[in-house]
Protein backbone atom coordinates (compact mmCIF):
# COMPACT_ATOMS: atom_id res chain seq x y z
CA UNK A 1 0.00 0.00 0.00
CA UNK A 2 1.51 3.32 -1.08
CA UNK A 3 1.85 6.02 1.43
CA UNK A 4 -0.81 8.23 -0.81
CA UNK A 5 -3.48 5.68 -0.50
CA UNK A 6 -2.36 5.43 3.32
CA UNK A 7 -3.03 9.22 3.78
CA UNK A 8 -6.28 9.07 2.25
CA UNK A 9 -7.67 5.77 4.47
CA UNK A 10 -6.76 7.79 7.48
CA UNK A 11 -8.43 11.02 6.63
CA UNK A 12 -11.64 8.28 5.71
CA UNK A 13 -10.54 7.20 9.14
CA UNK A 14 -10.55 11.04 10.96
CA UNK A 15 -14.22 11.59 9.59
CA UNK A 16 -15.67 8.23 10.81
CA UNK A 17 -13.95 9.04 13.86
CA UNK A 18 -17.75 9.58 15.82
CA UNK A 19 -18.83 7.34 18.55
CA UNK A 20 -19.85 4.35 17.37
CA UNK A 21 -20.71 3.11 20.93
CA UNK A 22 -22.74 4.01 23.88
CA UNK A 23 -19.89 3.74 26.79
CA UNK A 24 -17.92 6.50 24.96
CA UNK A 25 -17.39 9.43 26.84
CA UNK A 26 -18.52 12.39 24.73
CA UNK A 27 -19.62 13.45 21.31
CA UNK A 28 -17.70 15.63 19.44
CA UNK A 29 -19.38 19.08 18.54
CA UNK A 30 -20.86 19.92 15.29
CA UNK A 31 -17.90 22.87 15.37
CA UNK A 32 -15.21 20.41 15.51
CA UNK A 33 -16.67 17.74 13.23
CA UNK A 34 -16.91 20.74 10.24
CA UNK A 35 -13.47 21.78 11.66
CA UNK A 36 -12.16 18.11 11.03
CA UNK A 37 -13.84 17.98 7.52
CA UNK A 38 -12.59 21.20 6.37
CA UNK A 39 -8.98 19.78 6.89
CA UNK A 40 -9.20 16.36 5.40
CA UNK A 41 -7.91 16.04 1.90
CA UNK A 42 -10.22 15.85 -1.25
CA UNK A 43 -10.46 13.63 -3.64
CA UNK A 44 -11.40 9.77 -3.43
CA UNK A 45 -9.46 6.63 -1.70
CA UNK A 46 -9.63 3.00 -2.28
CA UNK A 47 -11.91 1.06 0.31
CA UNK A 48 -12.28 -3.07 0.63
CA UNK A 49 -15.52 -3.87 -0.49
CA UNK A 50 -17.36 -7.02 -1.46
CA UNK A 51 -20.42 -8.16 -3.68
CA UNK A 52 -22.51 -10.62 -2.59
CA UNK A 53 -20.68 -13.95 -1.46
CA UNK A 54 -17.22 -12.87 -3.09
CA UNK A 55 -14.19 -12.27 -0.86
CA UNK A 56 -13.24 -8.53 0.01
CA UNK A 57 -10.42 -6.74 -2.68
CA UNK A 58 -9.65 -2.87 -2.56
CA UNK A 59 -11.30 -2.30 -5.60
CA UNK A 60 -14.55 0.46 -4.21
CA UNK A 61 -13.87 4.28 -4.43
CA UNK A 62 -15.05 6.57 -1.63
CA UNK A 63 -15.98 10.01 -1.71
CA UNK A 64 -16.86 12.99 0.79
CA UNK A 65 -19.54 15.28 0.40
CA UNK A 66 -21.25 18.12 2.77
CA UNK A 67 -25.22 17.34 2.64
CA UNK A 68 -27.92 19.18 4.14
CA UNK A 69 -28.28 16.32 7.08
CA UNK A 70 -24.48 15.77 7.16
CA UNK A 71 -21.60 14.26 5.81
CA UNK A 72 -21.94 11.89 3.01
CA UNK A 73 -19.97 8.98 1.99
CA UNK A 74 -20.05 7.72 -1.78
CA UNK A 75 -18.93 4.64 -2.47
CA UNK A 76 -18.28 3.47 -6.23
CA UNK A 77 -17.84 -0.10 -7.24
CA UNK A 78 -15.79 -0.72 -10.50
CA UNK A 79 -19.31 -1.88 -12.21
CA UNK A 80 -20.34 1.66 -12.43
CA UNK A 81 -22.73 0.78 -9.14
CA UNK A 82 -22.79 3.04 -5.94
CA UNK A 83 -24.48 3.31 -2.27
CA UNK A 84 -24.50 6.85 -0.39
CA UNK A 85 -24.05 6.39 3.54
CA UNK A 86 -24.79 9.21 5.76
CA UNK A 87 -22.34 9.84 8.94
CA UNK A 88 -23.98 10.09 12.18
CA UNK A 89 -23.40 11.78 15.19
CA UNK A 90 -25.60 9.74 17.44
CA UNK A 91 -23.29 6.68 17.98
CA UNK A 92 -24.60 4.47 15.12
CA UNK A 93 -21.28 5.30 12.75
CA UNK A 94 -23.15 5.30 9.55
CA UNK A 95 -26.64 4.78 7.73
CA UNK A 96 -27.67 4.99 4.61
CA UNK A 97 -28.18 8.24 2.99
CA UNK A 98 -31.42 7.13 0.36
CA UNK A 99 -33.16 4.11 -0.61
CA UNK A 100 -34.78 1.32 1.97
CA UNK A 101 -32.34 -0.80 2.74
CA UNK A 102 -30.86 -0.54 6.15
CA UNK A 103 -26.98 -0.56 6.90
CA UNK A 104 -25.83 -2.74 9.27
CA UNK A 105 -22.64 -1.46 11.13
CA UNK A 106 -20.22 -3.77 12.75
CA UNK A 107 -17.58 -2.62 14.89
CA UNK A 108 -14.35 -4.57 13.98
CA UNK A 109 -11.10 -5.06 15.80
CA UNK A 110 -8.09 -2.92 14.71
CA UNK A 111 -9.88 0.44 14.15
CA UNK A 112 -12.51 -0.17 11.87
CA UNK A 113 -16.14 -0.72 10.96
CA UNK A 114 -17.73 -3.02 8.35
CA UNK A 115 -21.23 -1.90 6.99
CA UNK A 116 -23.33 -4.35 4.97
CA UNK A 117 -26.17 -2.74 2.71
CA UNK A 118 -28.34 -4.99 0.22
CA UNK A 119 -25.85 -7.76 -1.00
CA UNK A 120 -22.85 -5.40 -0.53
CA UNK A 121 -20.18 -5.08 2.46
CA UNK A 122 -18.07 -2.48 2.97
CA UNK A 123 -14.94 -2.24 5.66
CA UNK A 124 -14.58 1.34 6.65
CA UNK A 125 -11.66 2.82 8.61
CA UNK A 126 -13.35 4.27 11.85
CA UNK A 127 -12.56 5.16 15.49
CA UNK A 128 -14.74 3.70 17.93
CA UNK A 129 -14.96 5.33 21.36
CA UNK A 130 -14.97 3.16 24.33
CA UNK A 131 -12.55 0.95 23.07
CA UNK A 132 -9.30 0.11 24.68
CA UNK A 133 -6.19 0.89 22.55
CA UNK A 134 -2.95 -1.24 22.45
CA UNK A 135 -0.27 -0.36 24.74
Do not use: W
Not at 46 to 69: L, M, W, Y
Amino acid sequence: MSTRISKRILAVAALLSLPLSACGRGQPSSEQVEAQQRTETAGDSRIACAQGEAAFASTCTIEQAQGKDGLILTIRHPDGAFRRLLVTQDGRGVIAADGAEVAKVTILGGGGIEVALGGNRYRLPATVKGATKPS
